[in-house]
């Protein structure tokens, strides 16, 4: 049975930093991309960062570059999210996803197949 389960998610104040993990049972994801999505009160689940499997290639929401990095490490079938620089509306519950396309370039624009269950984010002002 697959399974992400992310972790770090919690309460920060403006201009502060969290790191969300995510680990993924089940089967190894080393070779698919993954993923970081989110979804804040009364909003549409939007894709944060996205990594390719080997890591060359990254994407980041326009509302997140420069402030976030995304990072994984086959090895021990992880993703993290670092995020820096939070603010107020970055509050949202976030979802860690892997996709099942072998090694597909593409990081968005798609389905994401395998969900972790969210991690609450709160950024205080």
């Known amino acids: 049975q697959v399974q992400l389960v992310e972790s770090g998610g919690g309460l920060v104040q403006a201009g502060g930093s969290l790191r969300l993990s995510c680990a993924a049972s089940?089967?190894?994801?080393?070779?698919?991309?993954m993923g970081w999505f989110r979804q804040a009160p009364g909003k549409a689940r939007e894709l944060v960062a996205a990594?390719?499997?080997?890591?060359?290639?990254?994407y980041y929401a326009d509302s997140v570059k420069g402030r976030f990095t995304i990072n994984r490490d086959n090895a021990k079938n992880m993703v993290y999210l670092q995020m820096n620089s939070l603010k107020p509306e970055d509050t949202a519950v976030y979802y860690c996803?892997?996709?099942?396309?072998?090694?597909?370039?593409?990081?968005?624009?798609?389905?994401?197949?395998?969900w972790g269950q969210g991690t609450q984010v709160t950024v205080s002002s």
């Open positions: 996803a892997a996709d099942n396309g072998y090694r597909r370039e593409q990081l968005f624009g798609y389905h994401y197949d395998y």
């Open positions: 089940g089967r190894t994801f080393s070779n698919y991309p």
């Open positions: 990594i390719s499997w080997n890591s060359i290639r990254t």
